[in-house]
């Protein structure tokens, strides 16, 4: 009781969490890290460590991460299980991130059970999410679908925030299937989830999303309203996004208005070629933006 006690009056790290900017969520995390220490809250400053260390992943700084974890391992024995659950899936995420994800499957394997008998919802349901992500495609479902119902049946709020993103996931878990009309059916759930949270960022994924799969579905038209009302949203704010303008230059040139596509390919590539990911895992798909950019069409 006492160090639940404590630990309650500690400042609350997950809030100051922006999975945008991990290199300015690590700096909060490293000020908090002498108010962990001083608290002599094993747990507390071993779970907070495990989120510095998933902010240096974010960016992708994997040695300094798995360091972190490191230290982390070492103040396992004098934690508790909620500790050892984020431990798990923090390690995972790290090896998963750094192109090792089958030696990240037995993490989240444990992570997940471990969550499970504890109680942890919202970490059991991460835990599935993630090893959903490193499964065999044919396993990727099963495990997707277990989160959800885990999510939709929990009572605890933490764990009900998932659905939005696990609708996501499904959805392109299905997509990859070619089984468009039920990826679109997922998507439009996810929609309607993050249209009920006001979650203005997320509600705009999810509509990029919805308008992606009606191009798979040969609706060009409505995909393209949606993207072109994206494109306003995100002008209106002076914010630029590559996957928008990538959607709308594939639009238009399925729609044979090649003249105005070649300009938003270019745009597509100017901004997509700053993501490391994509760089490292998608150059195929850079090139063609690239070339396309360049062309008259």
Aim: proline residues 3%; charged residues 30%; aromatic residues 8%.
């Amino acid at each position: 009781m006492a160090a639940k006690l404590a630990e309650s009056s500690l400042p609350d790290f997950d809030s100051l969490w922006d999975y945008e900017h991990p290199a300015e969520t690590e700096k909060k995390f490293r000020e908090l890290l002498p108010i962990a220490l001083a608290s002599k809250n094993t747990s507390y400053r071993a779970q907070l460590l495990t989120q510095l260390a998933r902010a240096q992943g974010l960016q992708r700084k994997f040695t300094e991460g798995h360091q972190t974890l490191d230290e982390v391992a070492k103040l396992l024995p004098d934690s508790d299980s909620r500790t050892r659950v984020r431990y798990l899936l923090e390690r995972g995420r790290a090896l998963n991130s750094s192109g090792k994800p089958s030696e990240s499957k037995p993490l989240f394997l444990q992570a997940w059970n471990l969550a499970r008998e504890s109680g942890e919802d919202s970490f059991a349901v991460d835990a599935a999410h993630m090893i959903a992500i490193v499964e065999l495609p044919a396993n990727q479902l099963d495990w997707n679908l277990k989160a959800l119902d885990l999510a939709e049946k929990s009572t605890d709020p933490r764990a009900r925030k998932w659905k939005g993103s696990l609708y996501n996931n499904i959805g392109w878990t299905i997509f990859e299937s070619k089984k468009y009309d039920k990826a679109l059916d997922m998507f439009q759930k996810a929609l309607r989830w993050r249209e009920e949270q006001g979650q203005t960022r997320e509600v705009r994924i999810a509509k990029w999303c919805v308008a992606k799969t009606l191009r798979a579905l040969n609706r060009l038209h409505e995909a393209l309203e949606v993207q072109k009302t994206l494109l306003n949203e995100y002008d209106k704010e002076g914010e630029r996004s590559g996957y928008v303008y990538e959607e709308l230059g594939e639009c238009l040139l399925a729609l044979g208005q090649a003249g105005g596509a070649g300009k938003f390919f270019a745009m597509a590539y100017e901004e997509l070629s700053k993501d490391q990911w994509l760089v490292e895992n998608e150059p195929a798909r850079l090139a063609r933006l690239k070339e396309l950019g360049k062309s008259p069409l």
